[in-house]
């Protein structure tokens, strides 16, 4: 209640600023249906597990009311449906030679690191963040088989593409480890991390 008070006021002001009538729709409509949805996500069990109230907030007019997956489980016959909507299964615009190529770029991304991160792992001091490094390195060996899996499912060849911006970070990786040797111990391993969390942040970008 509080996250949705806060956000209808974040909003109101929002439109108030743009001189906006409260609580106006922008140029894109709400999707018909899903904004019509009420999900009743209660369980019904345990010491505050009574079945939801209903009333105008979730019946009448237009709503829709879903019951929650849990307390269909337990009835017979079919689950209610659930309105959805998704993009239509066409190739549009080009969108799916875009995703082949930001997969490529990532797959040699993932590739660079599985050279750079037992460098960086043998550069660190502390036992700890050898460790960490040892345990990256093993779940960017798991990320690598789910891009080449992606290939698979996509019917294309598992064909790497030069990422220009691994390879600057991977570049400045080594000039930290070789700049930490002349650090004391808590700087140098510091100065990892940093490096690590930039190669992290391009990762999850990607």
């Known amino acids: 209640m509080t996250r949705e008070i806060t956000h209808m006021k974040a909003f109101s002001l929002a439109l108030e600023s743009m001189s906006k009538p409260a609580f106006s729709i922008g140029r894109i409509a709400p999707t018909p249906g899903l904004v019509d949805q009420f999900f009743n996500d209660s369980t019904g069990t345990g010491d505050h597990g009574e079945i939801d109230t209903r009333g105008p907030w979730n019946e009448g007019g237009e709503w829709v009311f879903t019951e929650s997956p849990a307390i269909q489980a337990g009835e017979p016959g079919p689950a209610a449906a659930i309105v ?69 499912l996509l019917g294309k060849s598992a064909r790497a593409k030069p990422c220009k911006g691994m390879m600057g970070l991977v570049e400045e990786g080594q000039e930290v480890m070789t700049e930490g040797e002349e650090k004391e111990d808590a700087a140098a391993d510091l100065a990892l991390i940093g490096a690590a969390q930039r190669v992290e942040h391009y990762e999850i970008a990607g």
């Open 84 to 152: 959805t909507e998704s993009s239509p299964p066409v190739d549009e615009a080009g969108l799916g030679d875009l995703l082949i190529d930001e997969l490529r770029d990532i797959l040699h991304a993932e590739k660079q690191l599985t050279k750079a991160l037992p460098k960086m792992a043998e550069a660190a001091r502390f036992d700890q963040l050898r460790e960490l490094f040892e345990l990256h390195l093993g779940e960017t060996e798991t990320q690598i088989e789910r891009i080449n899996e992606c290939f698979e």
